[in-house]
């Protein structure tokens, strides 16, 4: 099964921007969808972003045009650009890779972001 490592978390300003990067272990063409969640302990995980093989990719409202999802199939590699990012953005942010034949995710440990002044 793919192995995923979320990397690029860190402590930031609000307003700051960081980029957040995936690496999976094999193609990453191969799924239909790979999407960017993010949870706070305790909390149900929120779907952030999602970047489907094909058709528009589609956003949270609540990061609606501050966010961008983008993949590097060559690199197998996935990727969140976060811009004016907010306190409440403060999250462990997990991709996932969402298997075509039964739409089993397969997850990353995650990375935190945390957004603080």
């Known amino acids: 099964q793919v192995q995923l490592v979320e990397s690029g978390g860190g402590l930031v300003q609000p307003g700051g921007s960081l980029r957040l990067a995936c690496a999976a272990s094999e193609s990453i063409d191969s799924y239909p969808a790979m999407e960017w969640y993010r949870q706070t302990p305790g909390n149900q995980r929120e779907r952030v972003a999602t970047?489907?093989?094909?058709?528009?990719?589609i956003y949270a409202a609540s990061v609606e045009g501050r966010f961008t999802i983008s993949r590097d199939n060559a690199k197998n590699t996935l990727y969140l650009q976060m811009h004016s990012l907010e306190p409440e953005d403060t999250d462990v942010y997990f991709c996932?890779?969402?298997?075509?034949?039964?739409?089993?995710?397969?997850w990353g440990q995650g990375t935190q972001v945390t957004v603080s002044s």
């Open positions: 996932t890779a969402v298997r075509g034949r039964d739409g089993h995710h397969f």
């Open positions: 970047s489907p093989l094909t058709g528009s990719r």
